[in-house]
């Protein structure tokens, strides 16, 4: 992620406006500089949009933009009053040189009898241009106090006296036709330097004297050491650490720490080093035992050597630290002490299970089938209407067809449960009849589809030839042993499909979260109905996953929003790109002894408005 500052030198421009007075006016009175000068161009409304500018400045820095600037929004204050100046006034652009116009809001009144006047710049923003106006904000000055004070030489907010009758183009003479006080004004502009920072990342390992790896804690110090400055600008800075579980039986975490760098800004060489970085291991008694005397490890960085860490355009690998791991085999590149074909030294996952496929780290991928559940919230992809898209036949094609490490890897049944009191099975919308393309098309990739209607507690046997299960709008709960044969047969690699519906049609969205809940999800069904009708989703609204291959728009017809935690995968957004109506779930295959309840989350509020709440189409 690239981030503009802009660093400020002011060109103070001053010239001296004359008024004249009639017979009529007594110039033996002091005359005061008015008041309506700066007023004149604060309007309620500008004054909002700036104050809403301005917040979003305090909360973070803009996006780098390749726009060029186009408005300067300056607010500032003057006098012994504090008389407040907010102005959005247009940039010139002068080969290389940026610079404000001239604006009569900033003609700085200097009071009578006096030859100076105190200036403190508050905040400013540049924007580009959306058709003669501005458009978005593309850089800030950064704030004493923010993250990025120390990048700049001067942070704001700063002040300066603005002197009478001076500006730095041309000299401007003063003329009096009487012996009233002239009124005086002073022209600020402003010169814009623009500076990149970049974002920087790390993590770390930790190896006890066995040679054993975990999840490292520590602190983190970045130090501007280029032009002989020793300028710091992170101290101190840690991780977010976890545990995958409420009750800390779960793994250990820490999130690679992100911080923003800037690239030299004193001239420095491509192989100079300008950048410190330095990490110290701190104690994680929760993780590993108190280490014993473990030395920091500090680099100094060059800008080629910062930037070999860049990916390309979007990505960036983090910088990966090593604490006690260098002398011993724990830490020597082709170690693999749970045998899951990823070295000990870049193992982020050291005591995966047996057998489970994982990531280029060593962490079990959600890509991989097996192990976690299929949502869909809409009945409609599957049905003859929608099939009629090649690509939501394309769709079911990859729901059947993967391959798996699992003894169900060669089965080649498909069970789709219609039991349970399913609505749309009552009411036609889900019946073999109704979804027979979907049936044929699995039939063509060589699976044999099989209707079942399972009750309460009678889901306690799955047939070895199957491998994918289609739980079909069930609106009554699962019994431990039924969630048991079904962690199983996900352990197994079995696929788990469980396919619900929009809100208002689908009245139990309680038993598909407890459900999800009990097989060990995070994600759940949140309700709401987004897409009805029969919608198309644009190629936008996928994601890269395995089911989505091939993939460039699907069908559906009016589906709830679902919620996924973190290791949950999206396959398919709404079509404003914003909310996940598909995805895939990771669960955890272990038995459980009792049945949990869903955490109750209020549902989605609903604005869509639909004819007919009795069809699954919601018309």
């Known amino acids: 992620m690239k981030i503009f500052i802009t660093r400020l030198f002011l060109s103070v421009f001053l010239c001296v406006v004359c008024f004249s007075c009639s017979e009529d006016e007594n110039p033996g009175v002091e005359q005061q500089v008015s008041d309506g000068v700066a007023e004149l161009y604060l309007g309620p409304v500008l004054d909002a949009e700036i104050r809403k500018a301005l917040q979003k400045q305090e909360a973070d820095l803009p996006e780098c933009s390749e726009d060029a600037p186009a408005y300067a929004q300056i607010s500032l204050v003057y006098g012994d009053a504090n008389t407040p100046v907010d102005v959005i006034v247009p940039i010139i652009i002068d080969g290389n040189d940026l610079f404000t116009d001239y604006d009569e809001a900033l003609e700085i009144p ?36 923010s993250d990025f004070a120390g990048i700049v030489s001067q942070s704001l907010p700063f002040s300066w006296d603005l002197r009478a009758g001076s500006k730095t183009y041309t000299d401007v003479e003063v003329l009096c036709f009487d012996d009233r006080d002239v009124n005086l004004f002073g022209y600020q502009f402003f010169d814009i330097i623009p500076v990149e920072i970049y974002e920087f990342c790390v993590f770390a390992n930790y190896c006890n004297d066995a040679g054993r790896h975990f999840t490292a804690n520590y602190t983190f110090d970045i130090t501007y050491i280029g032009d002989d400055n020793n300028i710091p600008l992170y101290t101190g800075e840690m991780p ?17 720490l992100c911080l923003a760098i800037p690239a030299p800004i004193y001239g420095e060489g491509p192989d100079t080093d300008y950048i410190r970085v330095t990490a110290t291991l701190t104690n994680w008694d929760a993780n590993y035992p108190a280490p014993g005397a473990v030395d920091p490890i500090s680099e100094d960085l060059s800008w080629n050597e910062v930037q070999s860490f860049f990916v390309d355009g979007d990505n960036m690998n983090y910088w990966h630290i090593f604490f006690n791991c260098e002398d011993d085999d724990g830490g020597q590149t082709g170690s ?161 499909i469980f396919v619900g519906e929009y809100d208002s049609f689908y009245a139990n969205i309680e038993v598909e979260n407890q459900f999800l809940a009990n097989m060990g999800a995070v994600l759940f069904n949140s309700g709401g109905r987004v897409d009805c009708d029969y919608t198309i989703l644009p190629s936008a609204s996928n994601r890269d996953h395995p089911i989505m291959a091939g993939i460039e728009d699907l069908t559906i017809a009016c589906a709830s929003v679902i919620e996924p935690g973190d290791g949950d995968f999206a396959l398919f957004y709404d079509t404003t790109n914003t909310l996940v109506l598909g995805g895939v779930a990771k669960i955890d295959t272990a038995p459980i002894t009792e049945l949990k309840q869903a955490a109750r989350s209020k549902l989605r509020a609903t604005t869509t408005r639909i004819s007919n709440q009795s069809s699954s189409t919601g018309y």
Request: charge should be negative; include cysteine.
């Open 240 to 256: 977010m650490t976890g545990n995958t579980e409420d009750d800390d039986s779960g793994d250990w975490y820490a999130d690679p």
């Open 336 to 496: 693999d002490d749970d045998g899951d074909g990823v070295p000990n030294d870049i193992d982020e996952c050291p005591d995966t299970d047996p057998g489970v496929e994982v990531d280029t780290v060593g962490c079990e991928s959600i890509q991989v089938p097996g192990r976690d559940v299929v949502v869909l919230n809409d009945i409609n992809i599957f049905d003859n209407t929608a099939l009629a898209d090649p690509d939501n036949v394309r769709f079911v094609q990859n729901l059947v067809n993967y391959t798996t490490t699992g003894v169900r890897n060669s089965g080649d049944v498909v069970w789709i449960d219609r039991g349970r009191n399913a609505r749309c099975y009552s009411n036609g919308e889900c019946t073999e009849t109704g979804w027979a393309t979907t049936e044929s098309v699995m039939e063509d990739e060589g699976f044999t589809v099989e209707s079942i209607f399972s009750t309460v507690g009678s889901l306690t046997s799955i047939p070895s030839d199957v491998k994918i299960v289609m739980l079909v709008m069930p609106t009554s709960q699962y019994t431990v042993d039924e969630i048991n044969t079904l962690k199983q047969f996900a352990a197994d690699g079995g696929r788990i």
């Open 110 to 145: 200097v009071a009578s009898g006096e030859t100076t006047v105190s200036v403190t710049l508050n905040d400013f923003l540049v924007w580009n241009d959306d058709g003669g106006a501005p458009g978005e904000v593309i850089w800030a000055a950064p704030k004493t106090g």
